[in-house]
């Protein structure tokens, strides 16, 4: 140990000597009457390392690096340290183990048989819980035996109680405590499911932190660091386009893990869903990258709801179901809830860990329209998605109506609707969709009796509305405009009237779109799938050729080859 790191911790000493006799009473009440402390001027790291007992714990504390032991002891306040004897692990391991992170090994390890305060081993202790450094919650119990009252920590039984020093108490075990991985620990280590591991583990991000490390001299005009210490964050820990804090101690989870073969299945349904455009455009995503929008969206669709918050399940319309932890920028207006007992029955493996509960299924236990495919709106009155042209137009709110409109107590998407209107022969308003998938759908346009808000039905007149859905493509390394479908039918001036884009015998036809729209962009013009919509006049009795639209709907449904 240098001279400077030891000065630390005797400074650092003598401070936590004032509070060992201000504390103990609060800490332990049977440091009372304990026998004369035979350590008073030795720091708890002067003590281990000098113990010819625990040789193999401190090779281990030396392997994670200095800045471990500075950071553990060299504080002003007291520990309690439970520390394993010579023989009762596999050194070695351990320590090759360190080489390749030992920060985990420090957390696993070290951290795992230390906690703040002082807990004396004294007169009988009953589901005492102990919070260590490493934030995971063990039992430190006394019960009667034989010999008189034994301790143990963990489950593992004290060779030696309460060696008070300056700065803590020390107890010696007759084996190391197990190290209870959370979720995200564990995640790598289970079999069969590496893939969702190893994707989920892509978005760690390692950085230096100067504020952990230990500077040295400089070099050339350069710090030098006698300890470097990085760490490691990932975007997808999060309760927000995340799947949860399972690093998170606090926390609670339950997931449900598919294995490689049922990952890989669904992959293939998912990869042909989310087959992005080769354009130009959108202007802020360039070609290349839109093999990795595919790559992430395809997979990030699939996981979305593998973990569930248990604190949260209170929320759930019934105890049958449970509500996933997602949470983000979605199609889905609700949070979605799924039935407990389906996801269940493809368990095939459990185990409960320190923050919850992990669970590889066999059988994807949802489908596309669950989880990705789902109804898509854009409101007639919405601005940024909808090209209108020069015509006059008025948004209508439910204010708007008189109070001896039948459209009165009628639901109105958005609680509004677009009418556009003019004295020419026809009309013609482009939309544009977002966040279609490489999928199937039906088409709809909700329309709304021209002439609403009216105080006469006679007032309301049909239109001829013709629906012309095209797409932007690269074909031949050439754009071109595809047109996917169009139909043209008379709206019903009675009602509000859902047309569907229809097959030649006027059924609602099923439109196979090529390519994704999945941009997630403000910008309407990142989008290459439009809906094109003209009017013209209809019937000699109504030549007006104004339309109002409530909203257009992409219902999806099967794709055939599925």
Request: hydrophobic share 35%; net charge negative; aromatic share 10%.
């Amino acid at each position: 140990m240098n001279t400077i790191f030891k000065h630390k911790i005797l400074a650092g000493a003598m401070l936590c000597g004032a509070l060992f006799v201000a504390s103990s009473c609060d800490d332990s009440e049977g440091l009372k009457v304990t026998p004369e402390v035979p350590y008073a001027d030795k720091t708890l790291y002067e003590v281990i390392t000098s113990d010819p007992e625990l040789t193999d714990f401190v090779e281990v504390l030396n392997s994670c690096g200095e800045h471990c032991a500075d950071s553990l002891f060299n504080k002003s306040r007291v520990y309690t340290v439970w520390a394993p004897k010579n023989g009762t692990f596999d050194k070695d391991a351990i320590i090759a183990q360190a080489a390749d992170d030992r920060e985990f090994v420090f957390k696993s390890f070290i951290k795992a048989h230390v906690a703040n305060h002082l807990h004396a081993a004294n007169g009988k202790l009953e589901k005492n819980k102990i919070l260590l450094l490493n934030e995971k919650v063990v039992e430190f119990n006394g019960y009667r035996s034989e010999d008189g009252v034994s301790y143990t920590f963990d489950d593992v039984e004290l060779d030696e109680t309460n060696i008070r020093v300056w700065n803590g108490i020390l107890h010696k075990l007759s084996s190391p405590a197990e190290y209870k991985y959370n979720i995200w620990e564990y995640l790598k280590l289970a079999e069969g499911v590496d893939s969702v591991a190893n994707y989920l583990y892509s978005f760690d991000k390692t950085e230096f932190d100067e504020s952990k490390s230990i500077m040295g001299p400089i070099v050339n005009g350069e710090q030098t660091y006698l300890d470097s210490v990085f760490v490691t964050s990932n975007r997808l820990l999060n309760t927000w386009e995340g799947v949860g804090l399972l690093d998170n101690e606090d926390s609670t989870y339950t997931v449900y893990v598919p294995t490689n073969e049922i990952w890989n299945e669904v992959k293939e349904l998912t990869y042909r869903h989310f087959n992005f455009n080769k354009l130009s455009h959108p202007i802020n995503v360039a070609s290349e990258e839109r093999d990795s929008l595919r790559e992430h969206y395809a997979r990030i669709n699939i996981l979305k709801y593998m973990t569930y918050s248990d604190n949260e399940q209170i929320y759930v319309d019934s105890p049958d179901s449970v509500m996933p932890a997602w949470r983000g920028q979605s199609v889905f207006v609700d949070r979605a809830q799924f039935i407990k007992s389906q996801l269940e029955e493809c368990v095939v493996f459990e185990k409960k860990l320190s923050n919850g509960t992990f669970k590889i299924v066999n059988k994807f236990p949802y489908n596309q329209f669950e989880l990705w495919h789902d109804t898509i709106k854009v409101e007639g009155e919405d601005q940024n998605m909808g090209t209108l042209g020069s015509y006059p137009t008025i948004y209508v709110t439910k204010d708007d109506l008189a109070k001896d409109s039948t459209l009165i107590g009628t639901k109105i998407s958005g609680g509004a609707y677009l009418q556009c209107l003019s004295q020419r022969t026809s009309v013609n308003l482009k939309y544009r969709l977002p966040d279609a998938l490489a999928a199937s759908y039906k088409l709809a346009v909700v329309a709304v009796p021209r002439g609403f808000p009216a105080t006469h039905k006679d007032d309301a007149s049909s239109v001829l509305l013709m629906m012309t859905l095209q797409q932007t493509i690269l074909k031949d390394s050439t754009e071109t405009t595809e047109i996917l479908r169009t139909f043209e039918a008379a709206t019903d001036p009675t009602k509000i009237d859902t047309v569907y884009l229809a097959d030649e015998d006027g059924n609602p036809a099923v439109i196979n779109i090529p390519r994704c729209e999945y941009y997630r962009t403000f910008n309407p013009q990142d989008y290459a799938l439009e809906l094109l919509l003209s009017t013209r006049r209809f019937g000699a009795a109504h030549k007006d050729p104004s339309i109002c639209i409530d909203e257009i709907i992409l219902i999806p449904v099967k794709d055939a080859e599925e």
